[in-house]
């Protein structure tokens, strides 16, 4: 270990300590600087004014409990060398690095059938080659390549890095208590049994009030009416953008490489041939494209551009069931006729979603609980559970949104 030493200052847990020459290096590479220039939670802040955190506050937060996790786990006696904890701290620092701008709204939007963490595998690829096969291990244990699995599980499972990060620093920034988690407490509870990360029975409660927290953020935060409608605001600007794009009507990004994304056909060969393209692409190229937008001569483009510049966002309500066809045909009437547009472009400014949270899917992805005695359980499997199959069913809520 070189004598390298950096430490970070974190609003959430204080100092984050880097210290290998490695990690230093990803760091200062500019794909992972570009994570500066993505919000963590795309419009969150026109509701919660404070979650203007980034994608690299949240990265680098992830590392940080990632260390913490390793520590405890070694200190339990579980056999981790220090080139499987590198390669582990490697594999959460980049686990988002593939997210486009603003993230899960323009996911299969800007570049269609492509996954965050398709593109996070092809950048992972490209660095490992810069820094001459260093991250090899890395790559294996972030596709659950690598033979211990629960390495694998503390970047991608039930109680993975990833999610106590988000959580934590989501409700910090954001200001919403319900999402508080006791992560120091969660990760203390850790430990490996037959190669599998499970938490020890004493952590039960602390398990449960995560899954709660979690379930409370996604209501209160993740799917809040409002987010949801800049979210769609800004997939129907791509879209209408894109419809102009194809029916020969000059609409042009701010940035040659928003442009280059808008004007083609774009699919995941696109995205392997032009990586270095994509890793230049971030939230203020779109936002600067919406502000020009918002002057373009297309009626729909502009009205869409600045109602999402101004906060000027499209009205919603939520319903368990699904809207009456007359209530969205009267709504378009009436915006058709207000807009003077046609019914079809409508469609614009009057529309129909799904909105979706499950709390806990014991098929999905297990939390297993260790007991003293050496048994285990499934979480909701567990005497007294306040995670009940009830809670594992998904809820859906339909969701309209129209013009005000």
Same mark, same amino acid.
């Given at each position: 270990m070189s004598s390298?030493?950096? +430490? +970070? *200052? !974190?609003?959430?847990?204080?100092?984050? &300590?880097?210290?290998?020459?490695?990690?230093?290096?990803?760091?200062?590479?500019?794909?992972?600087?570009?994570?500066?220039?993505?919000?963590?939670? =795309?419009?969150?802040?026109?509701?919660?004014?404070?979650?203007?955190?980034?994608? /690299? #506050? #949240?990265?680098?937060?992830?590392?940080? /409990?990632?260390? *913490?996790?390793? $520590?405890?786990?070694?200190?339990?006696?579980?056999?981790?060398t220090s080139a499987e904890e590198l390669a582990t701290k490697v594999a959460i620092l980049l686990h988002d690095i593939g997210h486009g701008p603003y993230s899960h709204t323009l996911?299969?939007?800007?570049?269609?059938?492509?996954?965050?963490?398709a593109v996070s595998i092809l950048i992972m690829k490209v660095l490992n080659k810069q820094f001459n096969?260093?991250?090899? @291990?890395?790559?294996?244990?972030? @596709?659950n390549k690598y033979h211990k699995r629960f390495l694998y599980q503390l970047i991608s499972g039930q109680l993975d890095m990833d999610r106590m990060d988000y959580l934590t620093r989501d409700s910090f920034f954001t200001g919403v208590s319900e999402g508080v988690i006791g992560y120091d407490r969660i990760l203390k509870m850790l430990t490996v049994h037959n190669g599998e990360l499970m938490v020890e029975e004493k952590a039960i409660y602390s398990i449960e009030k995560f899954l709660v927290s979690r379930r409370l953020?996604?209501?209160?935060?993740? /799917?809040?009416? @409002?987010?949801?409608? =800049?979210?769609?605001?800004l997939v129907k600007i791509i879209r209408r953008a894109k419809e102009l794009i194809a029916n020969g009507i000059k609409t042009d990004a701010a940035t040659a490489e928003l442009n280059f994304f808008l004007q083609k056909q774009n699919d995941s060969s696109h995205v392997? $041939?032009?990586?270095?393209?994509?890793?230049?692409?971030?939230?203020? !190229?779109?936002?600067? &494209? +919406?502000? *020009?937008? &918002? &002057?373009?001569? !297309?009626?729909? /483009?502009?009205?869409?551009?600045?109602?999402?510049?101004?906060?000027?966002?499209?009205?919603? %309500?939520?319903?368990?069931?699904?809207?009456?066809?007359?209530?969205?045909h009267t709504k378009k009437k009436e915006v058709a006729e207000k807009l003077n547009i046609s019914y079809e472009e409508a469609g614009y400014f009057v529309f129909t979603g799904e909105a979706i949270n499950t709390t806990y899917n014991p098929l999905d992805?297990?939390? *297993?609980?260790?007991?003293?005695?050496g048994?285990?359980?499934?979480?909701?499997?567990?005497? $007294?559970?306040?995670?009940?199959?009830?809670?594992?069913?998904?809820? %859906?809520?339909?969701?309209?949104?129209?013009?005000?």
């Open positions: 390298v030493r950096k +430490i +970070i *200052n !974190d609003p959430v847990y204080g100092f984050i &300590t880097i210290d290998h020459p490695l990690i230093l290096d990803i760091i200062a590479h500019p794909y992972y600087q570009r994570l500066r220039r993505i919000y963590q939670m =795309a419009f969150a802040h026109l509701v919660y004014p404070g979650a203007v955190h980034s994608r /690299l #506050h #949240h990265s680098l937060g992830a590392y940080h /409990l990632m260390c *913490n996790a390793l $520590n405890e786990l070694k200190n339990k006696g579980v056999e981790i996911e299969n939007e800007l570049i269609k059938e492509v996954h965050h963490e096969g260093q991250l090899q @291990t890395a790559i294996e244990i972030f @596709t953020m996604y209501w209160q935060v993740y /799917l809040h009416k @409002t987010v949801l409608s =800049a979210e769609m605001m392997e $041939n032009n990586l270095s393209v994509f890793c230049c692409l971030d939230d203020y !190229d779109v936002m600067c &494209t +919406i502000k *020009n937008w &918002t &002057t373009h001569p !297309d009626k729909i /483009l502009s009205l869409l551009c600045k109602g999402l510049v101004d906060r000027h966002l499209l009205k919603v %309500k939520l319903q368990s069931g699904p809207f009456e066809a007359d209530l969205i992805e297990r939390i *297993n609980i260790l007991f003293k005695d048994s285990v359980k499934d979480i909701s499997k567990v005497d $007294n559970a306040l995670i009940h199959q009830h809670l594992a069913s998904t809820v %859906k809520k339909q969701y309209i949104c129209y013009l005000r």
